[in-house]
Each structure stands twice: as C-alpha cells, then as structure tokens.
C-alpha cells in the first residue's frame, strides 16, 4: 500500500472517529467497515422506514453499480426484531459497499451475524439497506434512545 493511500485511509478512520460514526472497537470487532458508515445515525431514524435487528442468510448477488460502488441484491436478511417500522420474517434487500481507492472501504457483513440495520422501502423488488451496525449492547442502546427521541 503506497503512503498517500495509507495516509488516506488513516486520515478517513480518524474524521468518522471524530464525528462518532465509527469507532476503533468497531472496526477490530468487525475487521473492517460495515456499509453505510458514513451516514449519521441521527439522520437515517427519521428517514428509514423499518429500523431492525437482523442477520444475513445470503449476501445477494453482486451487480456494479457505480464507480467506487458495487451493489449487492437479493440478499436476504432473517428480522430478529423490529425497533421502527413493522418488518417481520424473513425479506431481500439490497445494499452497497463503497471501494474507493483512496479512503475507507467498507467489507461486506458476515452471514449469521447480528447487525442493526437502517432501511428504506423504496417499493423496489427489495427494500434498501442504508446502514448496517453490528448489534452490540452500545449501538442497540443508542439507536433505540435515538427512535424515542423522535418519537417524543
């Protein structure tokens, strides 16, 4: 890896650490970045219509979207429960992983493990996934803190 990607992808981690969007634990939880990282939670509980618990069953197929983008459809996600919204059972969706050549890349998520997701029904064939978070005490708190918020 040359130094002006380095530096880069430091420089990235370091301003998404700064604004709170991700955190050191979570990248060496995850091994890497989870799709949507770089959207603000605060934003995404008023625009997303189901916020879930849930875990992937398959990944989709990959499809190239855009430049620095690969898409991912079909996928399809098991809901453990539903924290906004009202989805339920098992449902496809979609999602991208961002891969830009210099700054952060995000990894896909792990099949049969729990994440936080973000979704949007845009009445496509599948919903849309705008952010994934692994599920962990912390993010399960601050998400549902976040939805009765906004709820008030």
Request: hydrophobic share 40%; aromatic share 8%.
């Amino acid at each position: 890896m040359g130094f002006q990607k380095l530096f880069h992808l430091i420089f990235g981690l370091l301003i998404f650490s700064a604004v709170g969007l991700l955190t050191a634990s979570d990248n060496k939880e995850l091994g890497g970045i989870l799709p949507g990282h770089g959207k603000r939670n605060e934003e995404l509980v008023k625009t997303a219509t189901d916020i879930v618990v849930a875990k992937f069953k398959s990944l989709g197929s990959l499809s190239l979207d855009a430049p620095g983008e690969v898409l991912y459809v079909h996928a399809k996600i098991e809901i453990v429960s539903c924290l906004k919204g009202n989805l339920s059972g098992t449902v496809e969706a979609r999602y991208d992983i961002q891969d830009f050549p210099e700054g952060p890349t995000e990894t896909p998520p792990v099949v049969g493990t729990h994440y936080i997701m973000f979704i949007r029904d845009y009445h496509l064939p599948d919903y849309r996934i705008e952010k994934i978070l692994p599920a962990t005490a912390t993010h399960l708190a601050s998400v549902k803190a976040l939805i009765d918020d906004r709820a008030k």
